[in-house]
Nanobody, 114 residues
Framework: QVQLVESGGGLVQAGGSLRLSCAASGSIFSINTMGWYRQAPGKQRDLVAGISSGGSTNYAGSVKGRFTISRDNAKNTVYLQMNSLKPGDTAVYYC????????WGQGTQVTVSS
């Protein structure tokens, strides 16, 4: 079964940028849609962005225009470029299929200071 490993998080000031990566242990070529999710302390895990196998993307309203999702099927990797970060973006970020159907990885912590 495909396993997911997220990386690239960290501490950044508001207005800064980060690029998250999600490496899959197996092929994601057959997974039609992949997504990035995030979970802030005390809140539910929410979808941030999704990308189909054909490259179509969709974003949560709160990140549209600031975040960009992409995928490299040959490298079995999904990316999330995050620009103009805000303190409200602070959360643990996860990737998974959309809808989620793979074991969750450990996530990567993103902390945005004001």
């Amino acid at each position: 079964q495909v396993q997911l490993v997220e990386s690239g998080g960290g501490l950044v000031q508001a207005g800064g940028s980060l690029r998250l990566s999600c490496a899959a242990s197996g092929s994601i070529f057959s997974i039609n849609t992949m997504g990035w999710y995030r979970q802030a302390p005390g809140k539910q895990r929410d979808l941030v962005a999704g990308i189909s196998s054909g490259g179509s993307t969709n974003y949560a309203g709160s990140v549209k225009g600031r975040f960009t999702i992409s995928r490299d099927n040959a490298k079995n990797t999904v990316y999330l470029q995050m620009n103009s970060l805000k303190p409200g973006d602070t959360a643990v970020y996860y990737c998974n299929a959309l809808p989620p159907g793979l074991p969750w990885g450990q996530g990567t912590q993103v902390t945005v200071s004001s």
